[in-house]
């Protein structure tokens, strides 16, 4: 998935881990990943949990589509900074599956915690 | 903001309308923010949201910070679409905003539907 | 729905008006409904939010179970106020729905706003 | 706080325990809490979710205000069932605090999982 993923080959994602329902990346923080504030731009920590979610939910075979998902922003990230990315399966049925995705900075910091809900189609990818 | 903020210039965004508590935006969507299914990554979705919040948000003149948002993503969209982004304020009282932001493509269809809370500070940016 | 609802009967929900995707119902506020603030529990506002959900999306046929949902608190409100709960239909597809819900205290102010994403099953209620 | 609370004590709710940032309640499920499908209504597990960030957030003496909170409802609950409910703290800044509330059954299997975002004022309570 990653190979043909162009958006986390752009953020430099590299995977650490996955097995199924889990998965661990990290990141490296570059200067065209900051906002306004001189920090990471929110959406960066989201995409990285969102594609932590994707290569969990997806790591069964069966196509998952994110539905809804949230994250808390809890510290302010810098430039230059790794970032390791967990994410864990809460719960697994038939069509629905729930992950959390923490991020954790170079100091072992929680930055944010993100929760996604997928649905599970019988699609295989 | 718009001007110093690298990862909103990279998503190549354009300001259509800012004004107190409110905010429009365009985006071409570009191959390079596919995933892997060759859909727009939910991640760019989040973050042209987000960077919505921020400027709307921000019109007041006081720094504001997101501390937890949610997005519900509602349509996939494809290469080559061009967004138009939302951001209505839904509540500012005088250490938290709430902000809402739509997402609709080409055809008029809403694409994805995000709402967000910031922190007001004091400081002006 | 509502007369099996042993809850939504226990809150006193007046049903004012049931459409296809969308809902108005009103509450007034009772003393057992108080937090240790002494102000309306934020699950008061949630079960009001989500019952009216229930009512909105149950009313096709279609059986519906509530997967993942959000609420802002605004505003507090006190004993004795007349609430209005709103649900508005944001989406439908084949399995998935996503609804919204808001709350007006007497003055018209914006209590709460929720956002609700249901599973719709072939099961027929 | 609980004495004074009039719907956390409605619900019958039990404290088991209580720290700075972390509590444990039980509650028994009883007639009065099921909606229309005769299962627990998710306003319910919503409600004992939030006292439980209510007493965690509040356990330090200052007052806590929630302002979002998101829940996931994963498994059905039925009459006569004893919940366990346990809030964590995952941060808490000068102004911002969040925490994290999972719900259990009788089998030990996870029925809910509620993320809340507490504004944190200089008040003592």
């Known amino acids: ?3 043909r993923d162009a958006f986390s080959a752009w953020m430099n994602i590299d995977v650490r881990k996955i097995e ?3 998965c661990t990346l990290s990141c490296k923080v570059s200067p065209q990943m900051l906002n306004g504030f ?6 960066i920590t989201y995409s ?8 969990a939910a ?20 810098k430039n230059g900074q790794v970032l ?28 944010s ?4 809900t997928v649905h599970i189609s019988q699609e295989i990818w």
């Not at 001189?38 to 959406?43: A, E």
Request: some cysteine; overall charge positive; aromatic content about 6%.
């Open 48 to 55: 990285l949990s969102d594609s932590a979610l994707a290569f």
């Open 84 to 111: 390791t990315i967990r994410a864990n399966e809460i719960h697994r049925g038939k069509t629905i599956g729930v992950y959390q995705v923490d991020i954790i900075n170079d100091e072992n910091k929680l930055v």
């Open 1 to 3: 998935m990653l190979s």
């Open 38 to 43: 001189d920090i990471l731009h929110g959406g």
């Open 20 to 22: 199924k329902g889990n």
């Open 113 to 116: 915690k993100f929760k996604g």
């Open 58 to 77: 997806n790591s069964y075979g069966h196509k998952c589509v994110s539905i809804e998902t949230s994250i808390s922003h809890l510290r302010s990230v």
